[in-house]
């Protein structure tokens, strides 16, 4: 979600349209107009699909769906409850560990590195992003998983057990795990992006503060980031749209457990992982429409958290410049 | 074993696990039991009988991943002696009826039996459909207690249900010690170990604690993907086989292939007529021996009568139409379907899936027998 600061070029697209006669530009238009037009119509089709397999569940359902907390194949009753909560509760613990460890990279990588060692961390972190969510989950069950089952969470039981949250059996597997691969998979993405957008901090922003006699961290502070702070919200926005979505990685390490506890310890289910573990058996259509529900209600969760973001960069992004007039 | 029949089985392994929920076994062989070579047969012995010229070179199916290393092998096997190329999707069972239901797939397959609902839904699209045993497979009850070794640890169906309902939740309760004299059990916690996925194993799983247990019956129930009522859940096999590895004190359940995969120690399960029944091949074979097999054959194995029958084995089933719309493909489907029930099985053991029994290739020949286009038999037997 990089924000676009280029009111000029809207600008000249509204003054100086396209096809003064030319076929060539009429040509040209209407192609690309059909090329935007196909991301939407895209996006409504599967939106009216996901509504059209879901309505059994709907009807069957109703509201009830949302805060119902069982989901029994068996007894045919759904509710999608406690696979909301873990959604959210994983992406949050998710962004709770990478946004400081992200945007403390992206400076360092930004205003900080030595030029020779820039290049080979960044292309390190970008790599990092490319890593197939699978492959992380099999190393989350293999090397992240008994780490978080013993020290992790037998020292965080033993000392902090009286907090709900860390409250509990140690299985290893569980919400923790979840947040941490989540984590490590949101990482790469809000640091890349972070760093690029401190990057486009113009050099006269540094060098005036540097003039006014500040300090290099007093710059950063000063100058960098609130000039480049709605691209940095949108960074983490986009790291917590990875992470919502997220399903393999997730599947492999979150347990199943399909309840609402506070313990972190607790084995815990997300919309994402639910789909991926039971579609392809479930046997039953009402079972279908249900999963197909889940699907629908995580896209709204994923729609509404790119409206507030939308929401939030929009008013982040106006204040620098009010105080800069 | 021809090097594209261990290409193809390892190939299969790969494919599933990057499809994560799929069950896969390796084409590792056991020495415990040698291949049987060749089911003997009523009918046919040992002679491999090609669909007649005119049928269809090539056929579509969709269904079960347990099954998929199996039927891989199948398909090779049988493309080679009959030129007859078949497309196998394994994925899962409830996909298999869904394909066969829709008419887009020559046969499906599936782990468990057809619900009513899904059944009057092929019906409508298709007549009568058949469930026709291929292989079966055992379940056995995997554990995680450093000192007890494989086959010391014994579990009553009662204590087996009582674990899983989270009402046993210590290992030396008083209730598992009573079978268990001489072995050391620790105090720790049962962490219960179940699949996150819906799957087979789990419905024969969860279908044995059903009949076993009242309680379990009237709470959970059984199918490929039930409400647990407590701790972790794994992903595939491989997942439940790596929690219980990991964990101490963990119980779960997986396919006998991964037991030898992941050098898991089993329980074994006190059967019906009360005697502690390791799983094996024999073992699973015994289930569906002399005891009554209904014609249809959708019939769930657990619990078998059979005295040295292990108890928790399913069969896997073909899903196949009575009336086939197109005699070409209709030939190549019920040669096949001959073949893999008769020459077919001497390929289960090496992939630790256990034979049919004699009782049940009578049966399934029947059914075989029984497909036919308009009215016609499309099997001609010698």
């Known amino acids: 979600m990089q924000v676009g600061r280029g009111k000029s070029a809207a600008g000249l697209a509204g003054r100086r ?49 949302l805060t119902g907390t069982r989901w029994d194949p068996v007894d045919q009753v759904f509710g999608a409850a406690p696979a909301i909560y873990g959604t959210l509760v994983s992406s949050v613990i998710a962004l709770i560990l990478a946004v400081p460890i992200s945007l403390g990279a992206a400076i360092f990588l930004s205003e900080m590195a030595p030029s020779w060692l820039r290049s080979p961390l960044s292309f390190l972190v970008e790599m990092l992003a490319a890593l197939p969510s699978v492959v992380l989950g099999l190393w989350g069950i293999y090397v992240l998983i008994p780490w978080v089952r013993d020290p992790v969470e037998t020292w965080l039981g033993g000392h902090l057990g009286f907090i709900p949250l860390f409250d509990g059996p140690p299985f290893g597997v569980g919400m923790l795990a979840a947040g941490l691969v989540l984590a490590i998979m949101v990482l790469p993405i809000i640091t890349a992006i972070a760093r690029d957008v401190m990057q486009a901090v113009p050099s006269s922003q540094r060098e005036a503060m540097v003039a006014l006699g500040a300090t290099r961290w007093e710059v950063i502070l000063g100058a960098v980031l ?72 995580l896209m709204g969760i994923t729609l509404l958290v790119n409206i507030l973001a939308r929401l939030l960069v929009w008013r982040v992004a106006r204040s620098p410049e009010v105080i800069a007039e | 074993m021809p090097i594209a029949g261990v290409l ?34 009523p009918t046919v ?54 394909q066969i239901t829709a008419k887009t797939v020559d046969f499906g397959a ?16 298709g007549g009568p459909i058949l469930h026709i045993p291929m292989t079966s497979g055992a379940v056995a009850v995997v554990f995680n207690l450093p000192g007890v070794q494989q086959g010391q640890l014994k579990l009553t169906p009662d ?19 009573a079978d268990n004299t001489g072995v050391s059990l620790p105090s720790t916690d049962i962490a219960v170990v179940h699949r996150s996925d819906g799957s087979g194993t789990t419905f024969i799983f969860t279908n044995y604690l059903s009949r076993v247990s009242q309680e379990w019956s009237d709470t959970v129930g059984f199918a490929t993907s039930v409400e647990w009522p407590g701790d972790i859940g794994g ?101 096949y379907l001959w073949w893999a029930i008769h020459d077919g099985q001497q390929f289960t053991t090496d992939l630790l899936y256990a034979p049919l029994s004699p009782e049940a290739v009578a049966k399934a020949e029947a059914e075989i027998k029984s497909i036919s286009y308009q009215g016609q038999p499309l099997l001609q037997t010698p």
């Open chain 2, 8 to 41: 193809a089985a390892i190939l299969a392994a790969f494919l599933l696990a990057a499809c994560g929920g799929g069950e896969s076994k390796g084409a590792e062989s056991t020495t415990a039991t040698p291949p049987p070579g060749g089911q003997p047969s």
């Open chain 2, 235 to 335: 992903e595939g096999n491989e997942g439940v086989a790596n929690q219980v590895r990991q964990i101490p004190g963990a119980i779960g359940y997986v396919e006998l292939a991964y037991t030898v995969q992941n050098n898991l120690p089993w329980a074994a399960v006190r059967n019906k007529s009360g005697k502690f029944m390791e799983p094996s091949l024999d073992s699973a074979t015994a289930a569906a021996t002399g005891v009554p097999l209904p014609d249809d054959m959708k019939v769930l194995l657990t619990d078998s009568s059979n005295p040295d029958a292990y108890p928790i084995v399913g069969f896997t089933w073909v899903l196949a139409y009575v009336n086939q719309s197109d005699k070409a493909k209709g030939q190549a489907l019920v040669y």
């Open chain 1, 226 to 297: 609130p000039y480049c702070r709605s691209g940095l919200v949108g960074a983490v926005i986009l790291g917590l749209g990875r992470a919502l979505g997220e399903t393999m990685a997730v599947t492999m390490v979150i347990g199943k457990g399909y309840n609402i506890t506070a313990s972190l310890f607790q084995p815990a289910s997300t919309a994402a992982s639910t789909l991926a573990s039971e579609f392809n058996e479930a046997a039953y259509n009402l079972y279908v429409s249900a999963l197909v529900e889940l699907a629908l209600i």
């Open chain 2, 45 to 98: 012995q040992g002679t491999t009988l090609c669909p007649p010229s005119g049928s269809a070179t090539s056929l579509t199916g969709a269904g079960a991943t347990f099954p998929f290393p199996l039927y891989s092998k199948w398909i090779d096997e049988f493309g080679k002696l009959c030129d007859v190329q078949i497309n196998y999707q394994s994925i899962g069972s409830g996909g298999g009826i869904k």
């Open chain 2, 110 to 125: 599936s782990d468990g039996i057809m619900y009513d609902e899904q059944t009057a839904a092929a019906e409508a699209a």
């Open chain 1, 17 to 65: 349209p396209w096809g003064t006669g030319n076929l060539g530009d009429a040509l040209a238009r209407a192609v690309f107009a059909g090329l935007g037009l196909s991301l939407l119509a895209v996006a409504l089709l599967i939106l009216y699909e996901l509504v059209l397999e879901s309505r059994r569940s709907i009807s069957a359902f109703g509201w009830a769906f």
């Open chain 2, 159 to 177: 204590v087996l249900a009582d674990i899983y309902l989270k009402k046993i939740t210590k290992w030396n309760d008083p209730l598992i010690v």
